[in-house]
């Protein structure tokens, strides 16, 4: 049997080439792209351009690996089942920040996380307006535009600089938690910050720009590739309750340390959206 970190090795290089020439797709609209229609809300957007770049990952890692499998944000948007099997299965998030996208604010990236018996084993996160790439593959450590990256050292809420998003849904009890979180960590950490799009917090994360990123109510394609880019950054990923991560469950909470993620934990307001 081929040894699986080469052949990890070769699906990577395949999908980076994918994603650089979809990246092309997104540049040709930096300074917006108003043209969308809305999917589940009036915040919920997607343009042609999430539409285009998706086919084309999908239609070229198909053409190349006919046994692989995906999950893919527009795709079941569309209707096809959101299922993780243990088949290398392709996790897309062809524009993460599309609100952004639209009004031309330039933190948008294609994400792609790579999962083999439903670990994972590589992301790539690319934005390719302002050229960021933030890559991981499993035991191999994270990189940002080819140098190593590392999570930083904070412990303590206290001191920590902590990113979230409001999202893309107006349900009020989501809100409401959303409200409370905002005022316990205004109260009690160094700062907050929110760059609208969650794969790209994730890598803030794992540069050590930011100490901690959660969310609730985001789905598998915003995260996939976020979470192994931290954890090869050295970072943690778990559940914002304080358990174990889990891809299809909506939640995350991504941090530079355990201390500082299980403190978190304990002081969030807790919301459970329906699962992937
Ligand atoms: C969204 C962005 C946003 C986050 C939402 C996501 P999309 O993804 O990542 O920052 O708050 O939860 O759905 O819709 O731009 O792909
Ligand atoms: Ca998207």
């Not at 999917?39 to 046994?67: N, P, R």
């Not at 692989?68 to 569309?78: C, L, N, P, W, Y």
Request: aromatic share 8%; proline share 3%; glycine share 8%.
């Amino acid at each position: 049997m081929a040894d699986q970190s080469a052949l990890v090795d070769e699906y990577f290089e395949s999908a980076l080439s994918l994603v650089k020439t979809c990246g092309n797709l997104i540049k040709d609209h930096i300074t917006g792209c108003k043209d969308f229609v809305l999917k589940s809300c009036d915040i919920d957007l997607v343009t042609e351009i999430d539409k285009k770049v998706e086919e084309t990952l999908v239609g070229g890692l198909s053409k190349l690996y006919a046994d692989h499998k995906f999950i893919g944000e527009e795709a079941v948007s569309d209707g096809a089942k959101c299922e993780l099997t243990d088949a290398p299965t392709w996790v897309i998030d062809p524009v993460d920040g599309t609100m952004n996208f639209v009004h031309g604010f330039p933190h948008s990236c294609i994400s792609l996380g790579l999962l083999i018996n439903k670990e994972a084993v590589a992301g790539i996160v690319y934005n390719p307006i302002l050229e960021q790439l933030f890559t991981a593959k499993k035991g191999k450590g994270a990189f940002y535009n080819g140098r190593q990256i590392h999570v930083s050292q904070i412990k303590e809420l206290s001191k920590a600089l902590i990113m979230t998003e409001a999202g893309t849904s107006r349900d009020p009890e989501r809100q409401k938690v959303l409200f409370e979180n905002f005022k316990m960590i205004i109260t009690k950490a160094h700062g907050i910050r929110t760059l609208g799009s969650a794969a790209l917090n994730m890598c803030m994360v794992a540069l050590g720009g930011a100490d901690l990123n959660f969310e609730f109510g985001i789905h598998a394609w915003d995260i996939a590739a976020g979470d192994i880019i931290v954890r090869e950054a050295g970072g943690v990923c778990i559940d914002p309750a304080g358990g174990p991560f889990d891809v299809l469950s909506r939640r995350v909470l991504c941090a530079s340390t355990e201390e500082l993620a299980q403190e978190m934990a304990k002081n969030l307001c807790q919301f459970y959206p329906e699962r992937d």
